[in-house]
């Protein structure tokens, strides 16, 4: 790399990553004590601290986590982030609130970088690298995910396209193996996104080869086809857990998949935190608020109406449209074909995530659009009206977050448990469905790293629901069947959540079947007692 081009994607890069922490303050500001307030925070820190704690004590078993004990491969009820457990892995020791802010930030502000390099090579234009990459950084779709960090790891998804494209212009092999990287390590990072894009890729592919290629077909054909095997084997190793726990907990069902699925007005829709466009009065839409921005929408729009469509265009067209279509679930046309041939989509509930592909295509086409405009412009107004387009979208994807305080140091009660004679832990009282006691109970098992019967994921284990059921009757003698199968050796008891009566006859029938009562301890939100069972 020439000093040239370095210094152009250093200041690339450090202007994505100005306007991500601008656009996310809060979270830049109280780095290393707040973060969204959502139980997927908890979910996010355990996840990353557990890939580093059994790389390093047990890497074959990194899948069979602590959680929902006895269960096996209790890691892959929900997605494992592998990419972001290795890439955070060497700063477990550091504060886990501000990893987990890193972690999401970072990735969103090299996407705005990969979609740059992309878009760049595409139009020729760097300001409609900029326009697309802001759009791609900072949309509501960010924010309405800003707790689920694998859903901003987005950067494969630009880079894969334009592997692609390099692919198509000289047929080379190190393109046609990007490609297929690209892809693997979108899979690695988050699983709904790498079987999206290995979708979107393929029909992209099958397009461009025919109306947007200089390379011979059958060199750019085998190249690519040797990087997607490539992929398809990563993917298939990463997949077995996940199919053992297919197996127990099988298709989504369609009810919650009609759930999760767009609706075409969805796209109109945006977070209710949103400084223009929010309306509290709309709460309920979950994951399906969906509105890329009017400025980013106008700029596409003038990309394909000003001018005859390039191939390239039509074909990015083309890929947003189904992208679009997918996203409506059993709404659409293509889901229901695609989840037939493709057994993968029937293992995921949420297909409005298919918007930030949307998103990426509009994007794209907006910098063709933003490409067309100042192609005859002089230098300065195109810096005029980048800069007016760059502006008029931060102040379209202001958004205020909530934001809430999260433990960053072992608890006293946790520390106690940690230089205790190894053992089972049960949490009570446990939440239904595994909300937030429970995602908070995965979290704190951080610092002990004992086996925990609660436990929270994007799926559950029969046993654990079964399991949920019996202890609400605590301290019924159903529970207490439940805590003895399990092998429950050590019970925390949250004191707060129970009427007084109930802790006093908690605190007999505990004395009555054996327990130790070892005192009561900070627990980091709220006092907690701990027992030693019998």
Known sequence: MTRRAFVTWAGVT????????????????????????????????????WFAHASTTSPAH???ANIFYPEKDTLAYSDAMLVEGLVAAPFAALNPVAVQNVMILLPMALS???????????????????????????????????????????????????????????????????????????????????????TLLVAGAAMMF?????????PAVTRLAAGLAIALVIAA????????????VGDRPIEEVHTYSAQPSNYTNVLEGNWLYGNPGRPGLGERRLFPGAIVTLAAIVGLLLRRPSARVIV????????????????????PIVSRLVPPYRGLRALARLGVFVLLFLSILAAYGYAFVVETVRPALRIGLCTVLIGGMLVEYATTLQMAEFVTASPPIYRVLAHSPRGVVAEVPMAEGGQTSDARAAYLSTFHWYPLVNGYSGNFPGSYLARIERMQEFPGERAFRQLRHDGVRYLIVHEKSYTASRIDTIRAALAEAGAADLGE????????????LR
């Open 62 to 64: 990194v899948f069979d």
């Open 14 to 49: 450090l202007f994505f990553l100005t306007l991500t922490a601008a656009m996310a303050w809060p979270m830049v500001r109280h780095m290393d004590s707040q973060a969204p307030q959502h139980q997927d925070v908890y979910f996010n820190m355990w996840r990353l601290r």
């Open 316 to 335: 990015y067209l083309l890929l947003l449209v189904l992208a679009f279509d997918l996203s409506l679930g059993y709404s659409g046309i293509s889901y």
């Open 112 to 198: 705005g970088v990969a979609l740059f390099a992309l878009c760049r090579y595409l139009t020729g234009s760097p300001g409609a690298g900029l326009v697309a990459g802001v759009a791609f950084t900072l949309a509501p779709f960010r924010f309405e995910h800003i707790m689920h960090m694998e859903l901003q790891w987005t950067i494969w998804m630009p880079l894969a396209f334009l592997a692609l494209h390099r692919l198509c212009d000289t047929g080379r092999w190190r393109h046609g193996l990007s490609v297929g990287l690209c892809l693997a390590l979108q899979m690695l990072s988050c699983i709904y996104y790498g079987i999206f894009l290995g």
């Open 237 to 248: 190793v990463y997949a077995r857990p996940f199919q053992r726990v297919h197996a127990i």
């Open 521 to 532: 301890f900070d627990a980091g939100e709220d006092k907690a007692r701990l027992y030693r």
């Open 210 to 218: 025919f109306v947007d290629r200089r390379a011979a077909l059958k």
